[in-house]
């Protein structure tokens, strides 16, 4: 939503899918793939692990924020079983998994040329930390719907492939 809010991404995908897993596309800029100032590793890693690492902090970020304070996407990682994440940017499409908690599957990989931009994340949540890890459709719909209205120029679609 952030994006959306600073102008450079106008759709947002959900998608329920048939293992319950959760996949969010969106078509703004991409996470940065370069090497953190200071963390040394990808910036990628850092947003998905580091709590306040996201755009909304160090002065250089969005003026505006619809988001969670920074904790939005490390947290969703640190509860979930595995995520995805996939950036098209800088040409390429850009990937990296972690797994339980949060830990990095290996590192920052570039694949394929792409003219693309934007930010994949598919995460399943952790069974052992949550009573439910079935997402309720309707709940969904009616908070994207929401946010949908509050962001103009902002489409979000939601898909259940359950």
Known sequence: VDEALAGYATHIEVTLLPDNGVRVV????????AEHPTEHK???????????AGGKFGGGGYSVSGGLHGVGISVVNA????????????????????EKGGHPIGSLERGEATDETGTSQTFWADGEIFETTVFDF???RQRFQQMAFLN????ITLTDLR
């Open 26 to 33: 969106d078509n703004g800029r991409g996470i940065p793939v």
């Open 42 to 52: 990808s910036t990628v890693e850092v947003v998905m692990t580091v709590l306040h």
């Open 79 to 98: 509860l979930s079983t595995r995520v995805d994440t996939e950036v098209r940017r800088d040409g390429y499409v850009w990937r990296q998994s972690f």
């Open 138 to 140: 309707e709940t969904l």
């Open 152 to 155: 103009k120029g902002l489409t």
